[in-house]
């Protein structure tokens, strides 16, 4: 255990770097480096205190002992270029063994300041060396201050995961294990505790089986015993740094010759043919921009990172007993991705994968909040049983907050509980059974059966009904970053369509671009939503882009918790209320709560909204881009429209009819059809409905002739008046058809892009309403061919619009499916 004096020391020894030295990692490696030459000299006056001579500063390189450096007579400059000589020096040391050398390779002093390095080493002078478990923790502790190591997508894994993990596998005494991204070396360390602890008494030394100190259980191990149990242990790391630290994690537990090395797992075969009992890792999460350009020997091609990691480890177990437990990004439980869906059909195909625990999302915090689960793998299990234990932790013993302060609720003990009595079933061939309500055991074929081979826990939880799931409500707050628009305001509203960039506008409509230009403007293509205060409307729009307003908001997912796309379409669900224009996005908005289930289900919805709306999409492709086309015979009659249609009929007729004929006025927004359905009558005196007023009978053809309605070929044929009259604006025509022409013939012609085209042409009158003239359609020329053709033509169209009439009722459906998958997130 840790204690305060030595966690002081520590604190205070990065305290004083941390002006100098901002970044953890880079601190971490000064006082590595800085102890451990200091222990060098310890050892070489221990040396001497016995009776022998010194080992280390000999030499030539006896004028950088460690004392050497505090020599009174030195100025602060002196011994400043001192100790920036030796620790550059001492991986030149032959007096030195290698793994010393190794720690000091590249070793070099960041910063030139003489009193920051005075008062370093003058804290670093405090410790003392000692093969000791409190030295070891004292240097967990130093690592536990790395967070994240950048573009490698390092994360340190939290100690108490480590062992969780590590008391699932139960390493034994005499079997191997690698960690092949291994970091400081963290389960490594703790298997060695783990075996010295629940093997010292039984196997090792009866006495000390009642032993909880690991001191005590190192010191009955024989030299030969010590030397075997180490060689067992193997970590490899890309990077020289984690070497390093790995390397003097393990020599301060008491390994005199650990076996870290510096090697690329993915990229390099040297080391391809060595096989392991047991393999663990945190591997990697991130892979570098253009991926991985792996060897050939993995049995699946992959460029992704996390996927050749576990490709890598179920190949790299042993092939009768091996197993594994790997921490993987939870994407690789669920994303639709080639690679992703093969992974994990190897997984199960193979038989390696018995059960998948889901950890909760904070679980990396503050570094990351990158939700995960653990793969656990075991041949011997995996072969013996048809399904697939699924673990969730909802708590982990802390909170999931950036401090990550403990809290009395994990449910780390029963789940490691619950997975060791499932493996001692599965291999005793027992029966499990278990009520817990964060366990479910699912059939393999069931999740073969979907296809996509999903490994998320709460899919099953859903679709199997093993319970009642209610979401978690959260904040938009809390799943979304706001940002202000500043950077992406322009001066223009001007759109270049060479450039790909578009112009977002408050209270207009986007032109959204897709694309991979950046240009200055952002360095991410990611997908965001822009959030318009004024009207409150989410658009969802990828980088990059410029905006026009202030008003506007852009809005990025919290990616380790939400996802973008399921943040946009659930916002079309909230009635967001803008009507004093107010910018309310912090004060108000984003304290709105929604339901959010965990990513998996979040990307499995969107996954169906999205394929969803390619039907919708592809359906309006087909209802706007269709229009009646009629193939012209060259011997049929050209006719003007005024020979074979009465244009706006006298209204003579009116006054003979009864009013319960009469229909009520038809609004010109109706009027977009080639049929128009009058069903309602209203009773009204005459002279009060017809006055000023066309009027039209059944099966005659509506035109709106004012600007811009004639435009937008607003037309139709009127049907179900029951052989009565309607009665309109004077702002339509009204064709009455001889029996030369079907109405129908007389609707497809002036519907036409040619009519509408010399229409608009002939327009007259001023500002917005100007008109087409009654003189254009009586000498508008269209081709008349016999009644039976006509019929012919006008049948084939009629199919036709079915198929469009189909393509409406289609988008209709799978728009409802859209709001109807959104609603049961609230239910």
Known sequence: MLDNETKRRIDTARDILVGKVPDPKSQVEQITIALIYKFMDDMDKESIDFGGKATFFTGEYEKYGWSKIFDPRLGGYEMLALYGEAIEKLDQNPNIPQLFRDIFKNAYLPYRDPETLKLFLKTINEFTYEHSEKLGDAYEYLLSVLGSQGDAGQFRTPRHIIDFIVNIMQPKKNETILDPACGTAGFLISSYKYILKTNAGNDLRKSAESSNELQSAVQ?????????????????????????????????????????????????????????????????FMSPKGGIKPHKKFSMQANRSEVLFVDYIMEHINPTTGRAGVIVPEGIMFKSEAAFKALRKLLLD???????????????????????????????????????????????GFDLGAQRKPIDKTDLPKALEIINKYKDAVLNNESFDCSDANVLLVEKEKIKANTDYNLSVDRYRINGNARQVKYEMVKLGDVLDYEQPAQYIVESENYNDSYKTPVLTAGKTFILGYTNEVNG????????????????????????????????????????VANIKFLYYTMQKIDFNSSDHKRYWISQYSQIKIPLPPLSIQQEIVNKIEGWQKIIDGAKQVIENYKPQIDIDPEWEMVKLGEVCEVNPKKSELKDLPLSTIVSFVPMSDINENQIDFESKEERLLEEVYSGYTYFKNDEVLLAKVTPCFENGKAGIAKNLNNGIGFGSSEFYV???????????????ITSERFRKLGEEQMTGTGGLQRVPKDFLLNYEITVPSISVQHEIVNQIAQERQWINSNKELKKIFEQKIKHEINKLWI
Do not use: Q
């Open 220 to 284: 009955i191990l024989t030299p030969a015993e010590r030397k075997k149990l180490m060689e067992h242990f193997t970590g490899y790391d890309i990077s020289p740094d984690m070497v390093r630290m790995s390397l003097v994690n393990m020599y301060l537990h008491n390994f005199t010759s650990p076996k870290v090395y510096e090697y690329d797992t993915l990229t390099s075969e040297d080391r391809w043919g060595d096989y392991f009992d047991i393999i663990m890792a945190n591997p990697p």
């Open 735 to 749: 064709f009455r058809c001889t029996d030369r022409v079907l109405p129908v013939w007389i609707y497809l012609n």
């Open 350 to 396: 193979k038989n390696y994968l018995y059960a998948v625990v889901s950890l909760p999302a904070g679980v990396f915090n503050p570094y990351s909040g990158v939700k995960t689960s653990v793969l656990l793998m075991d041949k011997t299990i995996a072969r013996k049983t048809d399904k697939i234990l699924f673990a969730k932790i909802e708590n982990d």
């Open 521 to 560: 403007i952002y360095s991410e293509n990611l997908p965001v939503i822009i959030f318009d205060d004024f009207t409150t409307a989410t658009k969802l729009v990828d980088f990059p882009f410029k905006v026009k307003s202030s008003a506007m908001k852009i809005l990025k997912a919290k990616k380790e």
